[in-house]
């Protein structure tokens, strides 16, 4: 008579040497479905208020530079950074290293494209419309980033959409880089001290799941490594 071992799921406390979804060793202590706070606070009412409260705080206060310095410091890709910094915080995608070199990666890449089909001085998609060498910009700049943040593990899925709006004509001279990333550490570090004040697990740079199994993770700003 044959026994069927117990079902486990990947975040199984009992499983040993396992990985996470992102390649990096699991710490089931804070990754199980059990034990993944969101937003601070609990409860789905206190999760939808808190989530409004710091994203019309974030997105404000960056319309509110992008207003008094007439500088590009809000952008589509901020408001998907913006929900996992603050939804998903214990996520390794919403790391401060993960968030601030990824939209680097993205950034960076969209320039190498914008350059190889020498649309670096072109207008923007919406004035010169699409052409081919769009077409070759915007899959290039793609293809790099996705590659580049996997072969980093350096997953941070909006820097996908920030690539894009730079191999697409929206932002693409030195100045608007420079204020896209000081964007993203502005979004980082208002995250860091939500999170402090509320007592929910952030990390200070690398994500929990690279952090060794003996670091407490229920400290919201665990030693950096």
Same mark, same amino acid.
């Given at each position: 008579?044959?026994? @069927?071992? $117990?079902?486990?799921?990947?975040?199984?406390?009992?499983? =040993?040497?396992?990985?996470?979804?992102?390649?990096?060793?699991?710490?089931?202590?804070?990754? +199980?479905?059990?034990?993944?706070?969101?937003?601070?606070?609990?409860? +789905?009412?206190?999760?939808?208020?808190?989530?409004?409260?710091? =994203?019309?705080?974030?997105?404000?206060?960056?319309?509110?530079?992008?207003?008094?310095? @007439?500088? &590009? #410091?809000?952008? $589509?890709?901020?408001?998907?950074?913006?929900?996992? !910094?603050?939804?998903?915080?214990?996520? =390794?995608?919403? =790391?401060?290293?993960?968030?601030? !070199?990824?939209?680097?990666?993205?950034?960076?890449?969209?320039?190498?494209?914008?350059?190889? /089909?020498?649309?670096?001085?072109?207008?923007?998609? /919406?004035?010169?419309?699409?052409?081919?060498?769009?077409?070759?910009?915007?899959?290039?700049?793609?293809?790099?980033?996705?590659?580049?943040?996997?072969? #980093?593990?350096?997953?941070? &899925?909006?820097?996908?959409?920030?690539?894009?709006?730079?191999?697409?004509?929206?932002?693409?001279?030195?100045?608007?880089?420079?204020?896209?990333?000081?964007?993203?550490?502005?979004?980082?570090?208002?995250?860091? !001290?939500?999170?402090?004040?509320?007592?929910?697990?952030?990390?200070?740079? +690398?994500? /929990?799941?690279?952090? &060794?199994?003996?670091?407490?993770?229920?400290? $919201?700003?665990?030693?950096?490594?």
């Amino acid at each position: 008579m044959s026994t @069927q071992a $117990p079902a486990q799921d990947e975040y199984s406390t009992e499983q =040993s040497g396992t990985r996470g979804p992102d390649g990096g060793d699991q710490h089931p202590s804070w990754t +199980r479905a059990g034990d993944d706070p969101r937003v601070p606070g609990e409860g +789905r009412l206190a999760e939808t208020l808190l989530g409004f409260a710091t =994203s019309f705080t974030s997105a404000g206060l960056m319309a509110t530079l992008a207003l008094v310095l @007439q500088r &590009p #410091f809000i952008f $589509p890709s901020l408001g998907a950074t913006v929900f996992l !910094l603050f939804y998903r915080s214990k996520a =390794s995608a919403a =790391s401060p290293r993960n968030t601030i !070199l990824g939209h680097l990666i993205g950034a960076g890449c969209g320039i190498i494209s914008l350059a190889a /089909f020498g649309l670096l001085d072109a207008p923007s998609v /919406f004035v010169s419309g699409m052409t081919w060498s769009r077409v070759g910009a915007t899959a290039l700049s793609l293809g790099l980033t996705s590659g580049a943040m996997a072969g #980093f593990r350096l997953p941070h &899925p909006p820097a996908g959409a920030t690539t894009l709006i730079v191999s697409l004509g929206l932002l693409t001279t030195a100045e608007e880089i420079v204020v896209l990333c000081g964007a993203i550490g502005i979004a980082v570090a208002l995250a860091a !001290l939500t999170h402090r004040i509320f007592g929910t697990p952030y990390p200070r740079w +690398r994500p /929990f799941d690279e952090l &060794p199994q003996t670091q407490d993770p229920t400290s $919201p700003t665990p030693p950096a490594l």
